[in-house]
């Protein structure tokens, strides 16, 4: 089993920087395969970024050269540096875990991030 806790969202102008945090439980985090998601109000739910156990990353276009994932293994914690931030970046932002292969089994509650024009 893993749990997933989010934070660090909040309101933010346009152009700034938030940085999320999910901190995970459980003994297999190493093994994981991280993400973050969102979903806009009336909207569904889009993939942002992942982040594999070894540390390579991937991002959707829309944040590609704005947001940043990493993970610190000992800290069972994955992050995302959204710099730049625009407007439509407001979502609620969650964490998920999953096997390497793809899926995600477990999720966070979600943390609110708002950016303002």
């Known amino acids: 089993q893993v749990q997933l806790v989010e934070s660090g969202g909040g309101l933010v102008q346009a152009g700034g920087s938030l940085r999320l945090s999910c901190a995970a439980s459980?003994?297999?985090?190493?093994?994981?395969?991280m993400a973050w998601f969102r979903q806009a109000p009336g909207k569904e739910r889009e993939f942002v970024a992942k982040c594999w156990s070894g540390g390579a990353t991937y991002y959707a276009d829309s944040v590609k050269g704005r947001f940043t994932m990493s993970r610190d293994n000992a800290k069972k914690t994955v992050y995302l540096q959204m710099n730049s931030l625009k407007p439509e970046d407001t979502a609620v932002y969650y964490c998920a875990a999953g096997p390497e292969a793809g899926g995600y089994g477990y999720w966070g509650q979600g943390t609110q991030v708002t950016v303002s024009s």
């Open positions: 459980g003994r297999t985090f190493g093994s994981y395969a």
